[in-house]
């Protein structure tokens, strides 16, 4: 099973930007952070996001989770998420696979 993502998680948008996920409620402390849910996503702007248009820049922002959801892990009134996350973005681009979920003890699908 992939490991529950925490606030210590790194997630990037495909422009290599970071995607600076923090809880939107009280949460359990997962691997020393707290966990995230998928209400914590839609809205959250790349910092670093290197895509543009005609010059000007316009960061990736998540709309919605598409995968990685635990729907049996119930957090703060919505689902957990996962090491298989994938967020659609306001520029079409996936975000990327997750590079660390901020933990390795606690896991779920």
């Known amino acids: ?5 925490n606030a210590s998680a790194t997630i990037q948008c495909g422009h290599g930007g970071k995607f600076p996920v923090v809880p939107r409620g ?3 402390i997962v ?9 914590d996503f839609p809205g959250v702007v790349a910092v670093g996001c290197a895509f543009n248009v005609s010059g000007a ?8 989770v598409v995968a990685g959801m635990c729907p049996k892990i119930i957090m703060g009134g919505a689902p957990a998420v996962n090491q298989t996350l ?3 973005t306001s520029n ?8 660390s979920a901020g933990q390795m003890t606690v896991q779920g699908t």
Do not use: Y
């Open 1 to 5: 099973m992939p490991p529950l993502l």
């Open 26 to 28: 009280p949460r359990p």
């Open 31 to 39: 691997g020393g952070a707290p966990a995230l849910n998928v209400q």
């Open 57 to 64: 820049p316009v960061p990736c922002v998540i709309v919605s």
């Open 86 to 88: 994938v967020c659609a």
């Open 92 to 99: 079409g681009v996936p975000s990327i696979p997750i590079a």
